[in-house]
């Protein structure tokens, strides 16, 4: 029983240590967690105010980086060196004193000082200023560092100046450059570097002539700016306070300057750089503002600020301003190697590129469908030409055919005046065999014999120009003297066939535009078909109308026979190649009176007489 009183004692007294033990490890917890969320307070100490060039931008980017990295909520707070801008011990102490009672119950966990002015302000200070409250000295030249009074509590984010350097990047980029303007201020920090530019700058003497204009005030700079020689170069270093005493904040100086100045404007630091200056190798001051939070961070997180060792940075890769190098002339050939360029405004081709793409497509396409509409522009030329050429073939296939059906009156019509001419020859011969030749009796023979061989030349003309075989020609003519010339051809034929032919032209001329031959041989074909539609009617009925008139803008001619028709289910077909109502037909002479009609941009059309026979009328364009 003592046993397990004892046990149950010895158990009970470990439970209490061990709660004892985890209350104590959760409130350490708990108090470190606190002071984890507790805010770090930086202060920000600048040169000159919170709006002056180059620190202002360093500030503010390395604002930026510290709160966006930070683990911990970040209190800063920002004081100027208003006296920095002209020295006075006496403000200096009691700025010193403010500061020291400012922080004196709650001092900063760090504190940042941007710039040369800031930079000496704590090394003259620091036994006073919180001797043991870890330092960043940034945006500051390595030379502006008293190197003797840095303390463990101290790191430095330096730059190193080459302005011998940039002296020659102007001249690389205008190599006519013989005079350079150098801009720099009155303020303690900008006299310090007054000095250290004209010794730095002295071997340029026999090379380029400087003007120097710490001496003037604002106004006479922007007056003799606008008025340097030809081939000079303005370098601005720091206007801060001119020698009127002006204070100048931001670029406001400097774009005036450059809105006047017949120089082009070069610097050492890229904070300066966007609107008025050319360009080259300067300080990046986005660069130095990631490495100053970098060593702010490494301090906040515990880091020995002496441990914390970052070497001077040089001039970052040049660049330019490709509005200003347009503005001053300078050639892409003479920038550094390796040069970046901005602002470079768009080509019209990249500004508006797919525009001009889509524009560029259509045009493509557009030319793709001309091309392809001009080839088959061109192949149905040929195929017109190729048709028209077989139309003329078959043509004058057709004529030869023709011909063969007027070969009996054609050799009628040639045999009277052979017959004629051989009967007069005989008598003249008769005649001058005679004592007494009746000379009066000779003329009137040698003139029958003259009217007869005219005659029998006229029906081998009118044969040869119907076998003509000759291309598709167009020319103007009057369509009644196409007509009576068909008659006056086929009259021989009709008498043949015992056929009354009439024909009833207008009074008046039928000018139309048209091949003379084609158009005569679709009158011969419409009148040969009508002669052989009334061989089985009566010789007495057998007559072919022939009528032109004049419709409106047309020329219409019409071919009326007294045969049997056409039968009305072929009114449709009789236009239709190989449809013929002959046993011995081909079928083509109306299929090729429709085709040379239609070349002709005319209509032909059939259609059966009230009182027996058929009725063929073709119209054509009048000439106007």
Not at 200 to 207: D, S, W
Not at 520 to 541: F, Y
């Amino acid at each position: 029983m003592r046993f397990w009183q004892a046990l149950f004692r010895l158990v009970l007294a470990r439970a209490v240590i061990a709660s004892l033990a985890a209350a104590i490890v959760l409130g350490t917890q708990t108090q470190s967690q606190a002071a984890d969320r507790e805010p770090k307070r930086i202060l920000m100490l600048h040169s000159f105010g919170l709006r002056f060039k180059p620190w202002t931008d360093h500030a503010r980017i390395a604002r930026s980086e510290i709160t966006r990295q930070s683990r911990t909520p970040i209190d800063f707070q920002d004081h100027s060196l208003v006296d920095a801008r002209q020295f006075n011990e006496k403000s200096e102490a009691s700025f010193v004193e403010y500061l020291h009672n400012l922080y004196d119950d709650r001092p900063p966990h760090l504190i940042i000082a941007f710039g040369a002015p800031a930079a000496n302000f704590v090394q003259r200070n620091r036994e006073r200023l919180f001797p043991q409250i870890p330092m960043v000295f940034t945006s500051v030249e390595q030379r502006r560092i008293e190197r003797d009074k840095l303390t463990e509590y101290d790191t430095v984010v330096a730059i190193a100046h080459d302005r011998a350097g940039l002296i020659e990047n102007i001249l690389h980029g205008l190599a006519v450059t013989k005079t350079i303007a150098i801009v720099n201020g009155v303020s303690p920090n900008e006299r310090f570097w007054l000095g250290e530019i004209r010794r730095e700058l002295a071997p340029f003497a026999g090379r380029v002539e400087f003007k120097w204009y710490n001496e003037l005030s604002f106004e006479n700079i922007l007056k003799d700016a606008a008025s340097l020689p030809p081939h000079s170069a303005i370098f601005w270093h720091l206007m801060n306070i001119d020698a009127a005493g002006v204070v100048h904040e931001e670029n406001v100086a400097l774009n005036k300057l450059s809105s006047v100045s017949n120089a082009p404007i070069f610097t050492y630091a890229d904070t300066f750089y966007g609107e008025a200056i050319v360009g080259g190798p300067m300080h990046s001051y986005e660069l130095g503002a990631a490495r100053t939070a970098a060593a702010a961070l490494r301090i906040l997180n515990g880091e020995k600020a002496s441990d914390i060792k970052i070497p001077p940075s040089a001039f970052a890769s040049p660049k330019f301003d490709w509005r200003q190098m347009q503005r001053w002339g300078i050639s892409e050939s003479n920038l550094p190697p390796g040069s970046k360029i901005d602002f470079r405004e768009p080509t019209i081709l990249e500004r508006y590129w797919w525009q001009i793409a889509l524009i560029t497509a259509i045009i493509l396409l557009q030319a793709a469908l001309i091309t392809v509409l001009l080839r088959e522009h061109r192949r149905r030329q040929l195929a017109e030409v190729q048709s028209r050429q077989r139309m003329a073939e078959l043509a004058h296939v057709n004529r030869f055919s023709t011909a063969g059906e007027l070969t009996a009156s054609i050799s009628h019509e040639i045999n009277q005046p052979l017959g004629a001419i051989l009967t007069n020859a005989e008598t003249a011969e008769a005649i001058l065999q005679s004592s007494t030749p009746d000379i009066a009796e000779l003329k009137d023979i040698v003139k029958d014999i003259l009217q007869d061989d005219r005659r029998a030349a006229e029906v081998i003309r009118r044969m040869r120009s119907l076998l003509k075989k000759a291309p598709f020609e167009l020319k103007n003519f009057d369509l009644n003297d196409v007509v009576r010339e068909t008659v006056e051809f086929l009259s021989s034929l009709a008498v043949g066939r015992k056929v009354e032919l009439h024909s009833l032209l207008t009074p008046g001329a039928l000018p139309i535009l048209g091949d003379r031959i084609q158009l005569q041989q679709v009158i011969l074909n419409l009148v040969v078909n009508g002669i052989d539609a009334m061989r089985d009617t009566p010789s007495e009925h057998r007559v072919i109308a022939i009528r032109t008139s004049r419709v409106e803008k047309f020329a219409q001619l019409s071919v009326s026979d007294r045969g049997s028709g056409i039968p009305k289910d072929k009114l449709n077909e009789v236009f239709q190649p190989f449809f013929t109502s002959k046993a011995e037909g081909l079928g083509m002479g109306l299929s090729i009176a429709r085709t040379i009609i239609e070349a002709h941009h005319g209509l032909i059309s059939a259609k059966n007489r009230n009182h027996g026979g058929a009725s063929f009328r073709i119209r054509l364009p009048l000439v106007q």
